[in-house]
């Protein structure tokens, strides 16, 4: 290839075209890789292409020239195991210093210069140990990711190298089963989380039903015992009413006695001061008579027996039922609290 037409703008164009790759259709990216059917491909363009049609292929494959598909047969080190066309890799750094001093060629006339070539998008790690390799293996054995040079002549030369896009491809794969388990996790936890707010929100909810229903029970035991006390209460005022009621019939009638016995005595007394003994004689046998019925009665007459205004009969033991209701507790049927009062 003749370098010096490279002034003209034809010959300039022309060259631009030869060294387009036909797989980005952008100037070719070092380092250029030669074909068996002479054709040059950018190596980052050449593995993309050998990786998306060969991802689990790490003992070798088939690559297809995209310009005449021609096939050619790779060992395990893939599109990295090409010669690369250092040539081609000379010439446009010629031309791209050309392109940045303005293109002026051997005519001396001046014309108007071309765009340059446009870079292509999106800026790729780089070897630092081999600036101009891009980074398109991974390092099995020291898990790093490296260029092909480092595998052949460097440092990872004796280590296990797997294609980067292959390692990616699976790490990736790996990572989203990572955070797809770490999702379900997740899900699980907030499932558990939902599942306690809704028992806390059952056990309050319980509690405040077992608490109304404890407080109406409560309430039936006050009123079966108000109930009962008013029974109590009714049998004993109504045997106070008896018993008074008694004791004020003989008081009544004891009152009567009284007073006849009084107004009889009136009577006697007068007739003892009368002075005449006839007067006396006539009327004394009545009253005499009269006098002795009346204190013979008062001693003959009706009397209460002995503690009838007595009421400790109506003592009320409390002690069992209290025991019972000390020992009340949750879970206890009847038999059961028959048998704790009865252990007792």
Do not use: W
Not at 241 to 254: F, H, I, S
């Amino acid at each position: 290839m003749d370098i010096s037409l490279m002034g003209s703008p034809n010959s300039m164009e022309s060259l631009e075209k030869q060294l387009s790759c036909p797989i980005c259709l952008d100037m070719f990216t070092k380092p250029v890789v030669i074909l068996p059917c002479q054709h040059n491909l950018c190596r980052s363009c050449a593995s993309d292409l050998y990786d998306s049609r060969n991802p689990y292929r790490f003992s070798g494959g088939v690559f297809r020239c995209p310009t005449c598909r021609f096939e050619v047969v790779l060992d395990r080190h893939g599109v990295h195991g090409l010669q690369r066309n250092l040539l081609v890799e000379n010439i446009i750094d010629i031309y791209k210093q050309q392109q940045e001093g303005g293109g002026g060629g051997g005519s001396g006339e001046s014309s108007t210069p071309e765009a340059p070539v446009k870079p292509k998008a999106g800026k790729e790690p780089m070897c630092q140990e081999h600036e101009d390799e891009r980074i398109n293996i991974y390092c099995i054995t020291c898990q790093v990711p490296t260029c092909s040079m480092c595998k052949v002549f460097g440092q990872h030369k004796d280590c296990e190298v797997s294609p980067l896009a292959s390692v990616y491809q699976a790490q990736k794969a790996e990572l989203s089963n990572a955070i797809d388990a770490l999702v379900a996790g997740n899900g699980r936890l907030q499932a558990l989380l939902n599942q306690m707010e809704e028992a806390c929100t059952a056990v309050q909810e319980n509690a405040q039903r077992a608490k109304q229903s404890l407080g109406e029970r409560f309430d039936g035991l006050y009123a079966v015992l108000e109930d009962r006390k008013a029974t109590l209460l009714d049998r004993i005022g109504k045997e106070q009413d008896e018993k008074v009621a008694a004791l004020r019939g003989l008081a009544g009638r004891y009152g009567d006695r009284l007073q006849a016995g009084s107004e009889l005595t009136d009577s006697a007394v007068q007739l003892l001061e009368q002075s005449g003994a006839a007067e006396f004689l006539q009327a004394s046998k009545g009253i005499i008579s009269q006098t002795k019925e009346a204190a013979k009665g008062s001693l003959a007459e009706e009397r209460p027996e002995p503690g009838f205004e007595r009421m400790d009969h109506f003592t009320l033991s409390t002690e069992q039922v209290e025991t019972l209701l000390g020992k009340m507790d949750f879970g206890l049927n009847d038999d059961d609290f028959e048998d704790e009062v009865e252990e007792d």
